[in-house]
């Protein structure tokens, strides 16, 4: 008897293991992929809470959330021109837990830093762009500058003494009022911030005259009479600020600033789950509900590919890098 059972439980035994191999197999690395989202997933903003980049990352996490049943959670890493939180992503586990928001800022990287602590080039994946908005030049309600042209006047008068806000050396609203000042010949007086929502602050405080901030991150203070846009980038008008004229319109030719919000992932993260990260974007972006908020926020709501948005930041940083050599910016 204990013979019979010896002999029928080794093959037994062994066909248990071979199923559970087989099983294994079966849910393996792929299938894990494929599964993704499984758990939250972490969208890291590497800026404090209220800016550009920090609202329309939440509204997106909001949509993610929503059409995955899994929580896209917005934690905020702001420092160092962004770079505390994009090292972090750019250090982190490449399996599309952790990814990490930003706009325009990232092509300049390279221009204000001499050397960054990840690789700009490599490690970090851009996986998606999907929100548009133009930058605006705003001055508090109450200012004495009525448009563009009475701005620029008083400059030309008296050079560094009109000031400007940003949140930080070497982000997009100082290149931006640095490529105002060289297409108009003028010079202003930065005064930076640890953050665009602190600049904007200042300007509703009248401790600075003027900043440049995309509509995303001004339209709700203008709106709501606080403050005054006195020119927005692009070749219209935005159907939001109907009244607000373009810089070309304003009599400045060649300034164009447009910024754009997307989505990086750390180098290695599977291709299934970076195009299932651009499928899930693009469908959040054709939802009738984010549209219309990309249009309150004055912004163009579309989607780019992996492809596309590499030939953007390319673009975008070869641009940069003429600002800053034109500027005299000292990378540090």
Known sequence: ?????????????????????????????????????????????????????????????????????????????????????????????????????????????PHIFKTLPFDHAQDLVPVTAYLFAPMTLAVNANSPYKTLDDLLQQARKEPDTITYGSGGPGTIPHFAAESLGLTAGVKFMHVPFKGAAEATQAILAQTIDMQFASTTGVIGNVQGGKLRLLAISGDQRTAALPDVPTFTESGLQGFGVINWTGIWAPKGTP??????????????????????????????????????????????????????????????
Not at 19 to 44: F, K, M, N, T, Y
Not at 56 to 66: G, P, V
Not at 281 to 300: C, N, Y
């Open 1 to 109: 008897m204990n013979n019979t059972l010896s002999f029928f439980k080794i093959p037994v035994r062994a066909f248990s293991l071979a199923c559970v191999a087989l099983l294994v197999s079966g849910i393996g690395p792929a299938h894990a992929e494929d599964s993704w989202p499984s758990r939250a997933v972490r969208i890291i903003v590497p800026y404090g809470p209220g800016g550009a980049v920090d609202v329309a990352t939440r509204k997106m996490a909001q949509k993610l959330s929503e059409q995955t049943g899994q929580s896209f959670v917005v934690e905020n890493k702001p420092g160092a021109t962004g770079t505390i939180g994009l090292t972090q992503v750019a250090r982190s586990a490449p399996d599309g837990y952790t990814l990490v928001a930003n706009d325009t800022t990232l092509s300049l990287l």
């Open 271 to 332: 291709d299934s789950v970076l195009q299932r990260l651009q499928k899930e974007v693009a469908t959040a972006m054709a939802d009738p509900d984010m549209q219309e908020f990309a249009q309150k926020m004055g912004a163009q709501p579309r989607h780019v590919d992996t492809a596309d948005f590499t030939q953007m930041l390319k673009g975008s940083s070869e641009m940069w890098g003429v600002v800053a050599s034109k500027t005299g910016f000292e990378s540090r």
